[in-house]
């Protein structure tokens, strides 16, 4: 049959005498298509074509077995030796953990043989053995292992029952089919606890090893305690449920030390079948998964059992402000996503059964939004509203504010507890929610007449609880994007652009609510932290617009079109009906936005990043009692991105003029770091700035699309960067921009007059010149600063006055001389705390000279944070507890325990306790156990500052160094508008951080440095409080104090002026604007760069007037 040898593959082939081999067709045309593209025939679908696959193709396992996969039959009443079991109760822990990581119950713990043979096992229905090996005997199966296997299906029965209520999400946080195999669903838990308990019995009564009965015991006994923990209602037995996870943890520390080893050819490894599933009714996909290694299942045990510590912890705070920490901070810190069952767990012990927490009614939601978010009771609210409804209302709002309160709170604390990806998208959808009752809650306070000034902030205030919401919300949802890396590089701009401009609104919003808030709540504790965070997190935010913004170099199109799909949350057509949002998403405005950002040469994105890096180490050494067990956790947080911004800082350009030199390492939020902070890679990338035209054109847009724009500009090659064209204004050319700024009104109104002209006054250089600038004006002047609906002026100046270096003219502070004597004369008349029990009261206690100084530097270490009367009171504790006189030698032999129980009473006494010890080991190692006579050695001693060292010269040494400038410094002199623009910390205040001239020791005379402090410290222990000062009983409140709470009645019909303290921009100056009448001249004072004296430069009558130039 030679001739027909090919005759049997004829028969192979399929379609017949008509059969035509088209491959080479197919492979022509497959040369054609792009990689990965798809050709189907119409009404042909892909699912057509995988339903064609052969059943037996290996991609589609059916339930062939491999050869190498062919494994001996298991038979589960084969003996084991003790060792043995100890492992196989090992594996059914990675089991469980491996289902709780996401996977099938047939790719873990379904893949554990005993679970399909617990009949087989049952010693009821097996006849007694005859012949018994004593080291291999058959309980071991029949008792321990089957005691072990019951445990471990209750476990997974009641997760699975937690898991099945959609707090979390079937086949996304978890998968929950059964394929048909019992959990024990009908078993009581307390049945498998018994047997349990019995099988330890069993173990103890045997003739095996201790430490073979203690081994099987522990683990038996951990598994006890795990199934107690999932029955537990954590709401009523928070104090047992803690005991029981100390016990679990012990157990899983002693199981930790005694791990079976198996040899190969051990029965017990085919106790575990990978393949389980072909046996099984699933509808899931076949995937073989391998278990985690026992250490590895060890280190996920605990991580699962500490998570219910967690669960302790929040049910035992119940505060609104405490669950959502606890859920923002795990994913600021990039912590892995808690377990699915914890995550459900957490949402159900929030809000169950229609009760929070278990025990409170849905009115608790709305009485903790108030209190917790403006710092105003409920009850005070609705008294508010009282006073102010002219009469009996026939249908209020209330109830529907309420119910839409609830509404939006229960989903949003659990929103915490979601996977990142769902959380963000829902957090998008509540963008939408909080606007909506913020517009609600305006147009419901509109209808009130409140009769006093109290209750009109009051009602003020209580939209704002929804407006700090939503843009707490907003914050989130840009922030979540870097860290879910969903941003494009050209995106990355935009979206540090739009940030700094929530949290600019964000940051006025919480300003206008402290001075209504009480300084002893919570509350106000948190807004003070979020003030200073959120500051630190917008100057990161601007400098990160300047270092990414080379990376745009798509077209314009390109650019909108990514905008309006990245952020649809904000685009959506249900806002048209409601107020504006605030601030708007004007993607057209952030090309001028960035274009005059880049031509500042002077502005310093190192500077600025120091400065984060300075305010947020300050909060992370601050106190954050109000969080409770979360504190270490933004401890951690603040210090993270405090060296974040440090590393960055470092290699940042020291300002804008070194932007086109600078290698630029990619950016980028780093998902397995533990903290999801900002960090460099090791490739970098040269900025190009080419990009510039690009964006300049986007500037020129036409007024049909929203951007009304005057050009007047002349290009320039920059001296810095060949590839740079720079566009200042051109000769003469002023123009203006103006656009909405919504804030809300303060009620606060007064008009200034100008009526006759003010002619400038030439200043020699070095003379002093006040900080405000002079006006001339040849008729009146109205200047308006609103906080609601505000025009705010945006001003092109020419680009020598935008970048000039510093003047050689030291400025000061109007009529600073009289305020500064007002507050002398007021400081006679009073004795406050600090002049009985400040710093230089301690020494008087002392004989030997050094012994006085020491308790002067001792009494500044422990006044930190701390009030003058608990201060005075603890050091005269300390020199009682260390033998009658603080010297270093006393401190360096008394025990630590005695220095903190002296010292109890102050804030941070415990870190206070280790600086003094620390200190006078260092004074009595390097400085022959004397107080050091120099600022910079003070600074070296541990717990020691710039204020604590200028104070200590003085008092001790009587060396005048420099201003110890505290909160109360800090605090008044901004008040007194010293500062321009407003200083954010007490080292800003004291010394120069950004720009010159914003410092008391820039202007202050040399012979004030030294009583200063003690005079304003006073000052504002006992008028100018923090919190409700006494400006009826300062002799400021005339109009010498420009944040004096006094309305002036206008005289006038003209426009008004509101007088209130205003904030500043990201660059650092507040928004001003200024409405002049139509024959108004202005003339401003510019002070070009090495001016021998200063020039007048006439401006535009319609022209702004750029912040830090008005007087």
Avoid at 342 to 349: G, I
Wanted: glycine share 4%; proline share 7%; net charge negative.
């Amino acid at each position: 049959m030679a001739e027909y040898s090919g005759f049997d593959d004829w028969f192979e082939m399929p379609g017949g005498e008509d059969f035509v081999d088209v491959t080479d067709v197919l492979v022509a045309g497959a040369r054609d298509m792009e990689s990965e593209e798809v050709l189907l025939m119409d009404g042909f679908t892909l699912m057509d074509a995988m339903s064609a696959f052969e059943i037996g193709e290996p991609r589609l396992d059916s339930g062939m077995i491999l050869e190498e996969q062919r494994r001996p039959p298991f038979d589960p009443l084969t003996p084991l030796l003790p060792e043995e079991v100890c492992w196989i109760l090992d594996r059914s822990f990675a089991c469980e953990m491996e289902w709780h990581t996401g996977k099938t119950l047939s790719q873990s713990v379904f893949t554990l043989l005993f679970v399909h043979h617990l009949p087989d096992i049952n010693p009821e229905y097996l006849p007694p053995e005859e012949f018994e090996d004593p080291t291999r005997p058959r309980w071991l199966i029949t008792v321990v292992i089957r005691a072990a296997i019951l445990g471990l299906l209750k476990c997974c029965d009641l997760a699975w029952r937690e898991l099945s209520k959609n707090r979390v999400h079937d086949v996304e946080d978890w998968q929950g089919e059964k394929c048909d195999v019992s959990l024990l669903e009908g078993v009581n838990a307390e049945v498998i606890s018994r047997i349990l308990d019995m099988a330890c019995d069993w173990l103890r009564q045997s003739q095996f090893p201790e430490t073979q009965v203690a081994a099987l015991c522990d683990r038996l006994l951990l598994r006890k305690a795990i199934l107690q923990l999932y029955r537990y209602n954590f709401l009523n037995d928070t104090a047992q449920a803690r005991v029981e996870i100390a016990a679990s943890l012990g157990l899983l520390h002693r199981v930790r030390g005694s791990q079976p080893e198996v040899s190969p050819g051990s029965p017990a490894l085919l106790a575990m079948d990978p393949y389980i599933a072909r046996r099984l009714p699933n509808f899931m996909p076949i995937r073989v998964t391998e278990l985690p290694s026992q250490d590895k299942t060890w280190d996920m045990l605990q991580v699962f059992l500490e998570y219910w510590q967690e669960v302790v912890h929040l049910v035992t705070s119940p505060s609104l402000l405490t669950w959502e920490v606890a859920g923002a901070l795990r994913f600021a810190l990039r912590r892995s996503v808690p377990p699915p069952f914890h995550r459900s767990l957490v949402q159900s012990l929030f809000f169950d059964n229609n009760a929070v927490l278990g025990s409170h009614q849905l009115g608790w939601l709305v009485e903790h939004f108030y209190e917790e978010t403006i710092g105003i009771p409920y009850t005070t609210i609705l008294k508010a509203i009282e006073r102010s409804t002219p009469q009996p209302e026939m249908a209020s709002m209330r109830d529907v504010i309420e119910r839409r309160i609830i509404k939006i709170m229960i989903p949003h604390v659990r929103s915490n507890w979601f996977n990142p990806p769902r959380r963000r998208r829902h957090l998008m959808k509540d963008v939408l929610q909080w606007h909506q009752l913020y517009d609600m809650l305006l147009k419901d306070i509109e209808h009130y007449q409140p009769p006093d000034e109290r209750t009109a902030q009051i009602l003020r205030a209580i939209p704002q609880a929804a407006q700090l919401r939503r843009l707490s919300t907003s914050r989130e949802i840009i922030l979540s994007g870097f860290q879910q890396e969903l941003y494009a590089p050209e995106e990355k701009p935009i979206a540090y652009w739009y940030l700094t401009r929530i949290l600019d609104v964000h940051i006025g919003c919480i300003e206008d609510l402290l001075p209504i808030i009480p300084t002893d709540t919570p509350t106000f504790c948190e807004l003070l932290f979020q003030a200073e965070h959120l500051s630190a997190l917008q100057m990161i935010s601007t400098t990160l617009v300047a270092l990414t913004a080379a990376s745009i170099t798509s077209p314009w199109h390109r650019i909108s079109l990514n905008f309006l799909r990245r952020y649809k949350w904000v685009f959506k057509t249900e806002f048209d009906a409601l107020v504006p949002v605030k601030p708007e998403p004007d993607l057209l405005a952030f090309p001028d936005s960035l274009k005059q950002f880049l031509l500042d040469e002077l502005y310093s994105p190192s500077a600025s990043l120091q400065l984060a890096r300075d305010i947020l180490s300050h909060l992370a050494e601050s106190p954050h009692d109000w969080v409770g067990h979360w504190a270490p956790d933004r401890r951690e947080y603040l210090r993270s991105l405090a060296e974040a911004c440090n590393n960055l800082g470092r290699i940042a350009p020291a300002s804008l003029r070194e932007l086109a030199g600078f290698n630029l390492a990619p950016l980028k939020w780093i998902p397995d770091h533990r903290s999801s902070v900002i960090v460099l890679s090791n490739t970098t990338t040269t900025i190009s700035f080419q990009f510039l035209g690009t964006l300049l054109n986007f500037a020129n847009l036409s007024s049909s699309t929203g951007m009304k724009r005057k050009s007047s500009l002349v290009s320039r090659p920059s001296p810095y960067h060949t590839a740079v064209t720079l566009f200042e204004a051109g000769e003469g050319a002023v123009e203006t921009v103006v656009r909405r700024s919504k804030r809300l009104k303060t009620g606060l109104t007064t008009e200034t007059p100008v009526s006759e002209p003010v002619e400038t006054e030439k200043h020699a250089v070095g003379e002093d010149l006040p900080l405000n600038t002079p006006v001339k004006s040849s008729k009146k002047i109205t200047t308006t600063i609103k906080l609601e609906e505000a025009e705010e002026s945006t001003t092109v100046a020419p680009a020598t006055a935008a970048i000039a270096g510093p003047s050689k003219v030291r400025r000061t502070p109007p009529r600073w001389r009289e305020t500064y004597d007002a507050i002398k004369r007021m400081r006679s008349r009073i004795v406050a705390p600090v002049d009985t029990m400040g710093c230089d009261q301690a020494q008087l206690k002392e004989t030997d000279p050094k012994s006085q100084r020491f308790s002067t530097l001792v009494s500044l270490m422990l006044s930190s944070q701390t009030k003058d009367e608990v201060t005075d009171a603890a050091v005269a504790k300390l020199r009682e507890a260390v033998g009658g006189s603080l010297s270093v030698d006393a401190i360096l032999q008394a025990d630590e325990s005695a220095i903190s129980e002296a010292i109890c009473k102050v804030g941070f006494w415990r870190r206070k306790t280790q600086y003094i010890k620390q200190a006078a080991q260092k004074l009595h190692d390097e400085f022959d156990g004397d107080v050091p006579k120099t600022a910079d050695e003070l600074c070296s001693l541990p717990g020691v500052g710039p204020k604590m060292a200028f104070l200590a010269l003085q008092v001790a040494w009587k060396i005048n160094a420099g201003i110890g400038v505290d909160v109360h410094v800090h605090r008044i002199t901004n008040r007194l508008g010293w500062h321009k623009p407003p200083t954010k910390t007490p080292e800003e205040t004291r010394v120069v951080v950004m720009s010159p001239s914003l410092n008391l020791q820039s202007w202050l005379p040399v012979e004030l440095h030294a009583e200063i402090n003690h005079l304003l410290v006073g000052f504002g222990q006992t008028i100018c409080l923090p919190v409700g000062p006494k400006c009826g009983e300062c002799e400021l409140g005339d109009g010498s104090c420009p944040s004096a709470r006094k309305v002036v009645k206008a005289s006038s019909s003209k426009k008004r002026t509101k007088v209130t303290s205003t904030r500043g921009t990201p660059s650092g100056r507040p928004k001003i604007e200024v409405e002049l009448e139509e024959d108004t001249k202005l003339l401003v004072q510019v002070v070009p760069p090495n001016a021998p004296e200063l020039e007048e430069t006439p401006l535009d009558e319609n022209a702004g007037v750029k912040a830090g130039d008005l007087s």
